[in-house]
């Protein structure tokens, strides 16, 4: 019995942190598969000794809220549903019984009031008891009702959530995170929970209700399916549900699990509930359980496989991530052979070394996770030194959570804008390098400057195997590398970033020097000065960018990488037929390849290429789908033609 209760305190430890420093703090101490196979085993202590210990969080709910929101009482406990993996148990749960089975979102459980038609409260869940205020925040909800017919005092629960699609897109934009979040539910949690509503705004933060608490004056007779059609009919989106019966709930289980690949809320299982309220709450509930719901959590598809590596991915926050390379093996229908290890305290808690047998399951049926190391050979190295920038890493534990960084401010890793900035349109013009797949390559130390990426042919078997890639991408961004090295002197003045140095600039400091690269680099100040748009400021920034050792390096190991071609169409060798002329263009083009080789052609010869029609402008050249700009133009008499009419009149 002694030895029992010694397990049972080191499990409820393991527990209790791992649940604060998920709920609380939105870290990840462990896979929730590891968390579940845990909790199973303790409440099975529990049951074998009859003793269940006071800080268990099989009776506690939650944990004390750490913010500056404020603080709320519920009216009524928020209570955590109890969970099975087995579908016979859920019909024998459900018995003779109606039940609608829905989607387990997750995300962030909200409770909302409404008072004369108007939205006056939101709080979140927090601990079950009390939660806390983010009404500013729940008013900028992308599709959250404030007002609303029903006039009398309405108290329903939903969930906060953030699609996929907008957590991918908005996870490669956010820089002003620790780190990067690792699911939906981490960055809806950020985001609804911002001092700052804007913040919130940004995150474009869903809403979909589940139940009615209170409702003054309205039958809903007897029926959990009628009060969530009334709910959508005072404006409120749902979480999707199907009526079932214990004859069609295999089948109906079965339908959910095909449609999660297309699923675009975050969801970890499914709801069971009782249709008739009255029997629910008839039932009651245990200290932690709510009798009239039970979670569904899908049983992982689990596959052994052996690592092969651990890649070490540096980011632009500092942080350097362990990921796990596998041999590939099929889950939930695609291949996998990589998965994110998280921080170091997981990857030392699962005791990683390459050649181990683990197990690798999707969590929620969607994200590669490492579920068990069955070898635990402990052998993996952390790096001393930085994939990025070599320089010396350092390791830090923060909330309990131990991470690798790299504290090196100049590391290439923490610069991917200007990278980005260098392969853009109108610098080096490198199609396939998104600021996403740079930071991949910076990551694991493929590029570390610019003319590294005139070089990644020789990552061929790396680049191929990453996410997103595969022989047919890889080749389309080689020949875009290759095509890049033909270049001129105005793209790689702008490519380099120079403080205030936009396109227009360059071209204007190419034109005053004739296009000679020479003459661009050891512009003296006086010289530069004269042309238009350079003030002493600029100048100054100009010159100590390339009198910097660092700089001069970087430039002369991309001279040779690339050849500059002869500049035909630069302004000096065009006659200045358009000067003092002020275009404005819209619609599609024919003849060139796109506006923006037009309106080099238009500045080649003098004239100017402006974005909205004002009364200055001179001529609106019009193609194609030609939108508000034509009817401006119109309705303000300035001149309209076509791309014809344009080019007659540069031809001489």
Partial sequence: ?????????????????????????????????????????????????????????????????????????????????????DIRALKGWLGNETGLLSWKLDGLTIVLTYAEGRMTKAVTRGNGEVGEVITNNARVFANLPLTISYRGDLVLRGEAIIRYSDFYRINQQIEDVGVRYKNPRNLCSGSVRQLNNKI??????????????????????????????????????????KAVMSSDIEE??????????????????????????????SLGATAKFPRDSIAFKWRDEIKETELLEIEWSASRTGLINPIAVFKPVELEGTTVSRASVHNLSIMEGLELGIGDTIEVYKANMIIPQISDNLTRSGAVEIPENCPACSEKTAIRQENGVKSLYCPNA??????????????????????GLSE????????????????????????????????GFGEKSFKNLINSVNKARKTNPVRLLYSLGIPNIGLSNAKNIGKHFNNDWNAIKNAEYGQLVQIAG???????????????????????????????EKMESSIQNREQVLKGLNFVLTGTVEQFQNRNELKEAIEARGGKVTGAVSPKTDFVVAGESAGSKLNKALELGIKVITEQEFLDMIIN
């Fill in 252 to 281: 109906t289980v079965s339908w959910f699990a095909e449609h999660i690949s297309e699923n675009d809320l975050p969801s970890d299982g499914l709801v069971l509930t009782f249709d008739n309220i009255l029997y629910g709450e």
């Fill in 410 to 431: 100049a590391c290439q890793a923490k610069h991917i804008k200007s990278f980005t900035h260098f392969v853009s349109r109108d610098a080096m013009g490198i199609d």
């Fill in 534 to 564: 350079i003030g002493e400021i600029m100048a100054n920034n100009y010159i100590r960018f390339f009198q910097n050792e660092n700089n001069r390096m970087l430039i002369q190991s991309l001279l040779k990488e690339i050849e500059f």
């Fill in 436 to 467: 996403a797949t740079i930071e991949k390559f910076i990551g694991v130390g493929l590029i570390k400057e610019y003319a590294d990426i005139f070089h990644v042919e020789q990552f061929r078997d790396k680049i191929v195997k990453m996410e």
């Fill in 200 to 241: 919130t705004a940004e995150r474009n933060v869903h809403f979909l209700a589940f139940s009615v608490v209170r409702a003054d004056g309205i039958d809903f007779n007897n029926s959990r399916s009628t009060q969530i059609e009334w709910l959508k009919s005072q404006g409120f989106e749902a979480v999707e549900y």
């Fill in 1 to 85: 019995m002694d030895e029992k209760i010694l397990i049972m305190k080191e499990k409820v430890r393991l527990l209790n942190e791992a649940a604060k420093a998920y709920y609380q703090e939105d870290q990840e101490l462990m896979p929730n598969i590891e968390y579940d196979r845990i909790y199973d085993e303790l409440l099975q202590l529990e049951k074998e000794t009859g003793t269940v210990l006071s800080n268990s969080p099989t009776i506690h709910v939650g944990y004390e809220l750490l913010s500056e929101l404020p603080k709320e009482v519920h009216e009524k406990s928020m209570l955590s549903l109890d969970k099975t993996k």
